[in-house]
C-alpha cells in the first residue's frame, strides 16, 4: 500500500488491523523466528505506528525515512520522529534507502531534485544524476543509516553500489506504469535490472545465459561481486565491514544519544560505545579525535570531507 493521496478506500483503512491480528496469531504457531514486515507507505509515522503494534505486524517499512533528503536538520528530525513513533508501541524503529519501487540510492541522492515518487528516470528525463556525487552520499548514508538502532532493510544490489538504469530501451521495459502513461511514466524498471555477479560471465552471472527480463549495462561488469570482492575501499567491502561492526557493537540493539555539532551540516551521535560523524555538506568539517572503526570515504586527521560519515570507537 502507499501513495500520496488522503483518506482513499484502499490505503490505510482500520479494517485491516484484525487481519493482522489474525495473521499474527498464525504466524505465532510457527515459532519466534519468523515475522511480518509490512510495505505500509503510510504517513504520518504516529499513525505508521499502528501497523507494529503487539498483537499485529513486528516491523514495517520506515518511507518516511527514505524520501528523507540528505541533509543533516530533516535527518535528525525523522529519526527523532521514528524513534518515538515506533518506540510509542514498543516496536523498533526501521530504516532503509532502496527498494524495489524507487530511484536506487546511489542514484536519487545525486539528482537535483529527484523526480516525484514512481515516475522513475530515462533517457529524456529532466533530472540526470552527477553518479560521483550520487555514490559518495549513497555511502555516507548507508553508514548513517547502519549505525541507528533498530532493523535496516538492504535491498539486493545496493550493498555493491549500483546505480539506477537509466537507458533501457522503450522496447525492453516491463513497468505497467510505463505503458498505462504511454511512456511518459518511466517507472521502476530502472531499480529492477538484475545485479551482477561476475564480471566476465553470460550475464555477469546472474543465470545461465545472458537472457534476462530487463537488459543489463556493459558498465555493471565493474560493479560485479568479483570485482568487488576484496578490493579495500570497495562498496560491497564498505556494507562488509559497517555489518560487522554493527553485529559487534550491538549498534542495532542499542540507544541513540545525540551530541553537539557546531556545524550545521554535520550530525553526530553515540550509540553504545561507537560515535558516528556525518558530514552532509559539501565542505570539510572537524572529525572529532578517536580510533576510526569504519569511514564510508577516506578520512585526513582531523578533517571530515563532505558527504562522509565515520564511525569512532567511543572513549
Not at 528530525?77 to 527498494?99: K, Q
Not at 547502519?146 to 537509466?166: C, F, M, R
Not at 558530514?279 to 572529532?288: H, R
Request: proline letters at 9%; hydrophobic letters at 35%; a negative charge.
Amino acid at each position: 500500500m502507499g501513495g500520496d493521496e488522503a483518506d482513499v478506500p484502499y490505503w490505510a483503512q482500520d479494517g485491516v488491523h484484525e487481519i493482522y491480528r489474525e495473521w499474527h496469531e498464525v504466524l505465532a504457531e510457527y515459532g519466534p523466528d519468523r515475522i511480518l514486515a509490512g510495505e505500509a507507505w503510510v504517513e504520518p509515522l504516529a499513525k505508521l505506528a499502528q501497523w507494529v503494534r503487539p498483537d499485529e505486524m513486528h516491523q514495517t517499512f520506515n518511507f518516511s525515512y527514505l524520501e528523507t533528503p540528505w541533509k543533516a536538520e530533516p535527518l535528525r528530525r525523522v529519526v527523532d520522529e521514528s524513534l518515538a513513533a515506533f518506540g510509542s508501541v514498543g516496536a523498533p524503529s526501521t530504516w532503509v534507502l532502496s527498494n524495489h519501487d524507487v530511484i536506487r540510492h546511489a542514484t536519487r541522492l545525486g539528482l537535483t531534485p529527484p523526480p516525484p515518487q514512481g515516475q522513475g528516470l530515462g533517457p529524456k528525463s529532466e533530472s540526470h544524476p552527477d553518479e560521483v556525487v550520487g555514490l559518495r552520499r549513497a555511502r555516507a548514508a548507508t553508514a548513517f543509516m547502519l549505525a541507528l538502532p533498530g532493523s535496516s532493510y538492504v535491498y539486493q544490489g545496493e550493498e555493491l553500489g549500483l546505480p539506477e538504469v537509466i537507458d533501457l530501451p522503450d522496447t525492453a521495459r516491463q513497468d505497467p506504469s510505463f505503458f498505462r502513461t504511454a511512456g511518459e511514466t518511466y517507472g521502476r524498471d530502472g531499480c529492477r535490472v538484475p545485479i551482477p555477479w561476475e564480471a566476465d560471465a553470460p550475464g555477469t552471472g546472474f543465470g545461465p545465459t545472458a537472457a534476462s527480463w530487463l537488459p543489463q549495462p556493459d558498465s555493471w561488469r565493474e560493479y560485479a561481486r568479483d570485482a568487488q570482492a576484496g578490493i579495500p575501499g570497495s562498496t560491497l567491502e564498505l556494507y562488509r565491514s559497517l555489518l560487522a561492526v554493527r553485529r559487534e557493537h550491538r549498534l542495532g540493539a542499542g540507544e541513540l544519544t545525540w551530541l553537539p555539532s557546531d556545524e550545521p551540516d554535520v550530525l553526530t551521535f553515540r550509540n553504545g560505545d561507537v560515535i558516528v560523524v556525518a558530514n552532509t555538506g559539501a565542505g570539510q568539517a572537524t572529525l572529532p579525535a578517536g580510533r576510526v572503526l569504519v569511514s564510508s570515504g577516506p578520512v585526513a586527521e582531523g578533517r571530515l570531507p563532505g558527504d562522509t560519515t565515520v564511525w569512532l570507537a567511543a572513549e
